[in-house]
């Protein structure tokens, strides 16, 4: 079966309130990062404010943003997004050459915009400016909020092992759920930029991107792997899974925090978009 050359670095948990998704993640039993301010640049290479603050739940290989945009006046990117509802409307997909992906996405004839490079401050570990080059993906092919191809150009100061340890035993991201309503169109736009087609899983579709997945499922899909779960609107990053090294240490570091958790589907556990950020959250232990 044909590999996509792409996967899922990470996905972005969008809020107003800059301090609601560190409460609500540290009591899910994630080591959340400082928060810092994110900075564009002008034409004149000045760092201007963007109007979003974020930080980070870090795996070895993906990670978590937690991200808020407090002035809906701002211009951001994301307000498309947030004037909807609150909750996961990031997925950026990980490649390990952001430029061959941006011709392979021409190719296929999926809108993409200018390649660009970035710049994040990091202040844990061995520290310093984290560099990525990236460049977004249009909303016709990757409908469910803003989707993104990123290149890390320095991978050692993102994923530093200073920040693996997280007290509910959370080791990556293995999974994405996007709730939409028309399940094989919406498959048949994700299968034009991941360059491979889905296949048919227990709640609708399945793309393998190698270290993780990403899931299609219409509402009943959806309803059926987390019943009486919140949807807060479709189309749209409803679910994600994160793998857990041991689930019981996972469920007593969810109960001492008042965290309501429920039995999911092959031996998981999951907590409602309430205690999330807005979407469903699953711990599966791997």
């Given at each position: 079966?044909?590999?996509?050359?792409?996967?899922?670095?990470?996905?972005?948990?969008?809020?107003?309130?800059?301090h609601a998704n560190q409460n609500a993640f540290e009591a899910l039993g994630f080591f959340v990062t400082e928060l810092k301010p994110l900075l564009g640049r002008d034409d004149d290479g000045n760092s201007i404010s963007l109007g979003q603050w974020s930080q980070h739940c870090v795996f070895p290989q993906s990670y978590l943003e937690l991200t808020a945009v407090p002035d809906p006046n701002t211009g951001n990117h994301l307000e498309p997004?947030?004037?909807?509802?609150?909750?996961?409307?990031?997925?950026?997909?990980?490649?390990?050459?952001?430029?061959?992906?941006?011709?392979?996405?021409?190719?296929?004839?999926?809108?993409?915009?200018?390649?660009?490079?970035?710049?994040?401050?990091?202040?844990?570990?061995?520290?310093?400016?984290?560099?990525?080059?990236?460049?977004?993906?249009?909303?016709?092919?990757?409908?469910?909020?803003?989707?993104?191809?990123?290149?890390?150009?320095?991978?050692?100061?993102?994923?530093?092992?200073?920040?693996?340890?997280?007290?509910?035993?959370?080791?990556?991201?293995?999974?994405?759920?996007?709730?939409?309503?028309?399940?094989?169109?919406?498959?048949?736009?994700?299968?034009?930029?991941?360059?491979?087609?889905?296949?048919?899983?227990?709640?609708?579709?399945?793309?393998?991107?190698?270290?993780?997945?990403?899931g299609v499922a219409d509402r009943s899909g959806f309803e059926r792997r987390y019943p009486n779960a919140e949807l807060r609107g479709e189309p749209s990053f409803a679910a994600f899974t994160i793998s857990v090294a041991n689930l019981k240490i996972t469920k007593t570091v969810l109960a001492e925090n008042d965290v309501t958790f429920y039995p999911g589907a092959n031996g998981t556990i999951w907590g409602a978009p309430a205690s999330a950020g807005g979407a469903v959250i699953e711990f599966r232990e791997v």
């Open positions: 079966m044909p590999q996509s050359n792409l996967r899922i670095d990470h996905i972005g948990i969008a809020s107003r309130d800059i997004y947030l004037s909807r509802f609150e909750g996961c409307h990031i997925l950026a997909l990980g490649s390990n050459d952001a430029q061959d992906a941006l011709k392979s996405c021409e190719a296929a004839g999926v809108f993409a915009g200018e390649l660009r490079t970035s710049a994040r401050e990091i202040t844990y570990g061995v520290g310093g400016d984290a560099l990525f080059k990236w460049f977004e993906v249009g909303a016709a092919d990757a409908p469910g909020g803003f989707t993104c191809v990123v290149e890390h150009v320095t991978p050692e100061l993102v994923f530093d092992d200073a920040v693996f340890h997280h007290p509910n035993g959370a080791t990556g991201l293995i999974d994405v759920t996007l709730c939409a309503e028309d399940l094989s169109g919406v498959g048949e736009r994700y299968a034009k930029l991941f360059g491979i087609a889905p296949v048919p899983s227990e709640w609708g579709l399945e793309f393998d991107l190698g270290q993780n997945c990403m």
